[in-house]
């Protein structure tokens, strides 16, 4: 049987993550230019959109003007999300596998990365994802209790 308040320390520490990266985003974000997160964001945008035309032919028609909307929709996904999450709600845990899923073939792209040092760390944070990923899936997809039957 589950304890209520171990489940509230466990989304708790597991919105944490989510919710802290958020504000710091949050608390740079400039809607004009989105900030210094920008600065890491684009380049890697860039790379990604490249790949997906290299792979498919296709070009998605995303200009660099509206990556400062993707950088606020990412934030409102990462706080909305988390706190949902942390009150236990299914759509917080849909907002954090929408935002996961979508950033981390975009920011940990270790396969573009020549430095070993850089590429590890980028390796470790790609399968970090993976994990989180597998965990909303596991949130999501878990049974609810059951009632216990009167004998």
Not at 72 to 87: H, K, R, S
Not at 124 to 146: C, E, H, S, T, W
Request: no cysteine; glycine share 8%; net charge positive.
């Amino acid at each position: 049987m589950g304890s209520p308040t171990l489940g509230f320390v466990g989304r708790l520490l597991f919105s944490f993550l989510f919710l802290s990266s958020g504000a710091q985003k949050l608390q740079s974000f400039n809607l004009a230019t989105g900030g210094p997160v920008m600065s890491l964001l684009a380049p890697k945008m860039d790379i990604f959109l490249s790949h997906i035309k290299d792979f498919t032919g296709i070009s998605v028609p995303l200009e660099k003007e509206h990556y400062v909307l993707l950088l606020g929709a990412a934030v409102f996904l990462e706080i909305v999300g988390g706190t949902l999450f942390l009150l236990n709600y299914n759509v917080g845990a849909m907002f954090l596998l929408l935002f996961t899923v979508s950033v981390t073939p975009v920011i940990h792209n270790f396969w573009d990365i020549k430095d070993q040092n850089a590429q590890l760390v980028e390796l470790i944070m790609f399968f970090k994802n993976i994990a989180l990923i597998g965990a909303l899936l596991f949130f999501l997809g878990r049974d609810k209790p059951r009632k216990a039957r009167a004998a």
